[in-house]
C-alpha cells in the first residue's frame, strides 16, 4: 500500500466547511483512496472512497487531483460531532487487504 | 443490523496475568481482523482470518499472543502472559471477502477493549 502523508492536526469553525488534505506520491493505479475516521473511544468509521474521480456521500466530499498524487476530504458544514482523527488511507480494492493506519489528522471543530 | 460487538470494554491486569477478548463479526462478514492501537497511533494490524483460517498472522507476537475463530464466526484473542507494553485498545473488525457480493469491501470496526496492564 502507498505511504499517505497528513497534517497532524487541524481546527476549523462549527459551521464552515473543513477541508483535509492528504498526499500519496506513490500511489499505484490500482490503489483507491479510503477515508476513515475515529471518534474518541470508538473503533474507526468509513466516511468515503475513489479512485480517480470526485465522490460524494451524505458524510462527506471526496477530492482527488488529476494525477492522483493528492487528495482533499471535505465536510462541508463541520459539526461539533466531527472532531475525530481522519486517516487516509490508499488500498487496493481486490481482495481482502489489512488497512495500512498512519497517525492521521486530529480535527477539532471549535464552537 | 448488529455491528461489531467486542467485549469486554475495559480490562485491567497484573502483569503475567492472562487476559481474553472477544469478538462477534457482522452476519455475514467471513473476514475477520483484530487490530492493536498504541496512545496516539493508528491501528496496526495482529491477524486476519478468512472464515476459520487465519490467512495472515504476520505481526502477531506468537510467543505470548494467541487467536481462534472456531466456526467461522466469533474470535477471541489471548494475551498469556500480559506485559506492561500490551496496554493499547485491541479492535475487531470485519468486513465480506471479495466476491460474496456486497459492494465495496468496507470494514466495520467494532468499539474495542481497552487493556491496561499494572
Known amino acids: 500500500d502507498a505511504k499517505t502523508t497528513q497534517p497532524p492536526s487541524m481546527d476549523c469553525a462549527e459551521g464552515r466547511a473543513a477541508n483535509l488534505p492528504c498526499n500519496h506520491s506513490t500511489i499505484s493505479g490500482n490503489e483507491y483512496v479510503y477515508w476513515y475516521r475515529q471518534i474518541h473511544s470508538q473503533g474507526p468509521q468509513y466516511i468515503i472512497h475513489?479512485?480517480?474521480n470526485n465522490e460524494t456521500n451524505e458524510m462527506a466530499s471526496l477530492i482527488i487531483t488529476e494525477d492522483r498524487k493528492s487528495s482533499t476530504l471535505i465536510l462541508p458544514h463541520a459539526t461539533l460531532r466531527d472532531t475525530a482523527v481522519y486517516y487516509c488511507i490508499a488500498r487496493m480494492i481486490q481482495g481482502a487487504q489489512k488497512l495500512v493506519f498512519g497517525q492521521g489528522t486530529r480535527l477539532t471543530i471549535n464552537p | 443490523e448488529a455491528g461489531v460487538v467486542q467485549s469486554p470494554r475495559y480490562k485491567i491486569i497484573e502483569k503475567k496475568q492472562p487476559v481474553a477478548f472477544w469478538c462477534n463479526p457482522i452476519s455475514g462478514h467471513n473476514t475477520l481482523y483484530w487490530y492493536r492501537q498504541n496512545l496516539g497511533q493508528g491501528p496496526e494490524l495482529l491477524i486476519r482470518?478468512?472464515?476459520?483460517?487465519?490467512?495472515?498472522d504476520s505481526q502477531l507476537p506468537k510467543d505470548r499472543f494467541s487467536a481462534e475463530r472456531l466456526k467461522g464466526v466469533d474470535s477471541t484473542l489471548k494475551i498469556q502472559p500480559a506485559e506492561l507494553g500490551d496496554s493499547a485498545v485491541y479492535l475487531c473488525?470485519?468486513?465480506?471477502?471479495?466476491?460474496?457480493?456486497?459492494?465495496?469491501?468496507?470494514?466495520?470496526f467494532g468499539s474495542g477493549t481497552r487493556l491496561t496492564v499494572v
Open positions: 475513489g479512485l480517480k
Open positions: 473488525a470485519s468486513s465480506r471477502s471479495p466476491g460474496t457480493g456486497g459492494t465495496g469491501y468496507g470494514y466495520t
Open positions: 482470518y478468512e472464515n476459520e483460517e487465519a490467512v495472515d
